[in-house]
């Protein structure tokens, strides 16, 4: 039988478990103290387990008999006059192929009358909720099963996330062109935007990056509000998402289409550390090393240029590369753009610059999505400190490296499904040099 979403937390328990697993769906909320609502995303365990994307939902399984019960809000006619959407009991059960369905205001009669041995809770909110009918509770083990779940995605998922994938390297190709001709970040972004809510993709699946110059060496610029300097290179890290689920894509280029100079010549070092990295990218292999793979060819591009002098286990060993790409080299990637699953419970992260932003430290499997997003950046922040201490300075070319510290940054990012023998990449955005340029000549 084909497995889903559900059947899969069903399988994770031991068989005929005397307990209940419960969450509540996600909330409206609104900007500080107005009436003024942000757009709703429905919580992501919920979306995973009952496909709903409405507010205000509760869902009970029983793992006793692998039934599972739909608790729905009571909506006042006020609620029908300013929101719309109230169905009936009856199409929900019918919609959502539920074993059940009830209002919410039967909850508290159905834990009573039911009296499981355990509720296993999405969070400290549900577990209090529950504690007060004097159940037993456990808001630790749930978490932690459906990250295990999610991290493995079924071949429905996959095919939601290609879509996601296509939307947004669409969006990428219309957004490069734009760049050359846009005087604001702002109107590249509006074009890349323009390209997912016009086919009906309202949610973002996180806030895009559309950094120009030297912003682009900011890990989370998000105000893409500044005027984009002459000549400079461009970089766009933002996806798409369908039905829930995310792309995460990231290209840097020049707004010249020229592939030369300084930028060129950094811009083959992050490609060729994505390569490299990408094609490691197989089961059995883990996050951590790739990403210490990465660093390496970082360093060694960096000597190639004269930035950076010495050996490159030397210069590994004081974590020279955390000064020029001091993020993680990928995380999970589904219904959250920063996917659960990326550590399992006892592992935590590594305490060393650069890996201890490592989003993900599991050894590959096939079905899991990941991101690889090498990157290479100018950051005064970071250069200005080092130049002066004595475990970093004798490796750097300091008057070379200052005369970049407006550069900026570049980062390249696939998405990849890890299968049997290596990986799919789901993006589809060119990233070599010469097919850049032939876009945007
Ligand atoms: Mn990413």
Redesign the pocket.
Known sequence: MEQTNRSKLFDVFKPDTDALVYLRGGTVSHRYNTDFEYAFRQESNFLYLTGIAEPDFHVLFDLKDRTWHLVLPKRDSKYAVWMGYVNSADYYKEAFKADSVFYDDKLELVFRKRKPETVYCNGEAEAQFVSNFGLKTDSATLPEALAYCRSIKTDRELELMRRASKAASEAHLIAMKRAQTAEWEYEVKADYEHHLIKQGMLHHP?NGIFASGKNSAILHYVDNSRRIPKGSHFLI?A?AEYKGYAA???RTFPVSGKFDGVFGDLYRIVLRALAETTSGARPGIKMEDLHLHACQVILSGLKDLGLVHGSIDDMMQVNLFALFFPHGL??F?GLD??DVGGYLKGIEPIDRPGLRFLRARRTLEKGMVV?I?PGLYMIPALLEPAFSDPKHKPFLNESKLRGLLDFGGIRI?D?LVITETGYENLTNVPKKPEDIEAILS
């Open positions: 996180y890290d996806g995460d894509i990231t990928g995380h990637l753009t920063h991101t997003e990012e998405n």
